[in-house]
């Protein structure tokens, strides 16, 4: 099972940008986002689809129907820029990462 | 606080072996599973694998089996990778997860992350 998402998402401050993962039926999968800044650990800003963790703003928002998950963030700003992976579970319980976006805010 | 601390930077020639510890403290070690991730220079994050402290339970990425063993040694709270015949192509970053919950299933997520072990295998 695989999981694609763009190389890169540029959005000005301010602006919503939307980041996607898309998979076959990934709808029927939860799916997790994490935010890895230049030089750090990756950090969980959303799992089971549209649940976020706390500590992590409330711009940030998820959804996933149909062949596409989704993270949102509503106002970007410069702090967000980031690569920002999903993740799933195959059937076999197999984790399943996508390549990653790199968002630029500016 | 839940929390991974990783070992530290190796260095390693290409043939040699390595083990790489995760040691998590504020939450019952044994009962979350934990999850190993590799990133190689510039690019994304693999799965190694899962193991459960509780009773070394382990599930190894088909891209991995054979090259890696997971272990731990519970009186210490950590968790073990083992890298064997290592290669330049094993340069990476290896991070270690807690998932989030004993039993595993496709609604866990990872969190807290370890701060990541870099490797570098060279001649």
Known sequence: ?106 | EVQLVQSGAEVKKPGESLKISCQGSGYSFSLYWIAWVRQTPGKGLEWVGVSYPGDSHVIYSPSFQGQVSFSADKSINTAYLRLASLRASDTAIYYCARLSSGSLSAGNWFDPWGQGTPVTVSS
């Open chain 1, 1 to 106: 099972y695989e999981v694609t998402q763009p190389p890169s998402v540029s959005v000005s401050p301010g602006q919503t940008a939307s980041i996607t993962c898309s998979g076959h039926n990934v709808g029927d999968k939860y799916t997790s986002w994490y935010q890895q800044k230049s030089g750090q650990s990756p950090v969980l800003v959303m799992y089971q689809d549209n649940k976020r963790p706390s500590g992590i703003p409330e711009r940030f928002s998820g959804s996933n129907s149909g062949n596409t998950a989704t993270l949102t963030i509503s106002g970007a700003q410069a702090v967000d820029e980031a690569d920002y992976y999903c993740q799933a579970w195959d059937s076999r319980l197999h984790v399943v990462f996508g390549g990653g976006t790199k968002l630029t805010v500016l």
